[in-house]
Structures are given as structure tokens and as C-alpha cells.
């Protein structure tokens, strides 16, 4: 009988996080669903387990240490592992820096960092133990580059870059691989109160970041992606 994994996907709810879930499950993964908005997450579970794969819902900010560490050896405890982990809450508010404020930008770190943090924090030891595991972090295009209205966004991308390269040096030797996946603009409800407005029609959908989580864990273990760049064909 194959191993399924068991694969813990942050941000579950809607937009890249839910795009993953599907996928995912689409590939036999049990998956270990977080996320803060109650209604929608039973809505991805319910979607989820259409697809005949086990799920858990885990309902809490990925901010709480306390929230994350229990939860995440509530999964240890149950399943004995976890295979993979797929950072992808997070939240972003654009605008100049002339006028932004401290709690904006600390909000973005809280969840885009922190969080981050605390679910590597709470795997990693087990991963360790066990020779193994994927830590994929949804990071963005604004992790790399500039451009008007990202500056306090654009820093805890550029924050998250420096983790997930450092982290990928550090734990290689266990056969765990770190990676980031860097999406230009994706089709979600991020753009719903920005400024910003792209085309929707043309740009990336949460189906082909999904993708691209999929590339990284199928990949034979000698074999590691660590950054991908994804970007509309054609925006215009």
C-alpha cells in the first residue's frame, strides 16, 4: 500500500490556499487544513473531501505560537509525520509609505513572517527526525522586486526570501528541501481593496501556483527546486 502524505496547507480558506488544497488532494495528499474564517474553511473541506482524501480542519491565527504548536503535534501525535508543509497565509496592504502607518506594516509581518516562523518552528524537528519533508513558502514577486506602493509589503517578502534561502542551507543535509514560489499577480480577493487593479482575465489563477507546489513535491528527493518564478504569459 503507497504512504499517503500528510501535508499541512496554511491560508487554507480561499485564493492560493484553496487552490493548493484541491490540488493536492487531486494527488491522494491528507491534508491538514488552517485557516481563520470558520465558514469558508468548511467550505474547502467539504470541496476537499469530495475528492476522497482524509482532511482536518484547524481553525486559529497562524500569528499564536500556542494556536500552531499544539495543533501541529495534535498532528504528529495522530499521523506521525508531517511530509509537507505549505506556508501560504499571508496578507498584503499597498500603498506609498508616505502613507502607511506602524500597525500596517506590523500586521504584515505578523502574518508573513511570524506566521511563517511558527508553523517551520513547530515541523522542523520531526522532519529532521525523520529524514525528510518539503517546506514550500508562497512568497511573491515583490519579494524580488520594487515598484510603488510595495514598500512595507515588498519588505516582508524580501524577508521571507532571506529565510526560505538560509533555511534551504541549513536543513538540506536531512533530505528536507525548502523552496519559495514567487507569483506575480494571481487572480484571488487580494485585489478587491487596492488600488492596483490588473486584468483579471489575464492574469495568474491559484490553479497555477497549485502547479507549481505540485512540481516541487514530485520531484525525486535527490532533486530540489528552491525558487520559481511565476508570472503572466501576457498581462496586457
Not at 469530495?50 to 500569528?63: I, Q, R, W, Y
Not at 498584503?92 to 502607511?100: A, E, M
Not at 511570524?114 to 511573491?140: E, L, Q
Request: glycine share 8%; aromatic share 6%.
Amino acid at each position: 500500500m503507497v504512504q499517503k502524505y500528510v501535508t499541512i496547507v496554511t491560508g487554507a480558506s480561499r485564493g492560493i490556499g484553496k487552490g493548493i488544497a484541491l490540488r493536492l488532494a487531486k494527488e491522494g495528499h491528507e491534508l491538514m487544513l488552517f485557516g481563520r474564517d470558520k465558514t469558508a474553511l468548511e467550505k474547502v473541506n467539504k470541496e476537499v473531501r469530495v475528492l476522497g482524501v482524509k482532511t482536518e480542519m484547524f481553525l486559529g491565527d497562524a500569528v499564536d505560537p500556542k494556536f500552531v504548536n499544539e495543533s501541529v503535534s495534535d498532528i504528529i501525535k495522530t499521523y506521525g509525520r508531517v511530509d509537507h508543509l505549505i506556508n501560504n497565509a499571508g496578507m498584503g496592504i499597498l500603498k506609498k509609505f508616505v502613507d502607511s502607518n506602524l500597525d500596517e506594516f506590523k500586521k504584515q509581518i505578523d502574518v508573513n513572517l511570524y506566521g511563517v516562523y511558527n508553523f517551520t518552528k513547530a515541523v522542523i524537528d520531526n522532519m529532521i527526525a525523520n529524514r525528510k519533508g518539503s517546506i514550500i513558502n508562497i512568497s511573491s514577486l515583490a519579494g524580488k522586486n520594487a515598484f510603488v506602493g510595495g514598500t512595507i509589503y515588498g519588505a516582508t517578502k524580501h524577508a521571507l526570501m532571506g529565510f526560505t534561502k538560509s533555511l534551504m542551507l541549513e536543513v538540506r543535509e536531512y533530505n528536507i528541501r525548502v523552496a519559495a514560489i514567487c507569483p506575480g499577480s494571481v487572480n484571488t480577493d487580494f485585489f478587491i481593496d487596492k488600488d492596483i487593479k490588473p486584468d483579471l482575465d489575464r492574469i495568474l489563477r491559484p490553479e497555477d501556483v497549485a502547479e507549481a507546489v505540485v512540481t516541487i513535491i514530485n520531484l525525486p528527493i535527490r532533486a530540489l527546486i528552491s525558487e520559481i518564478d511565476i508570472r503572466p504569459t501576457n498581462p496586457k
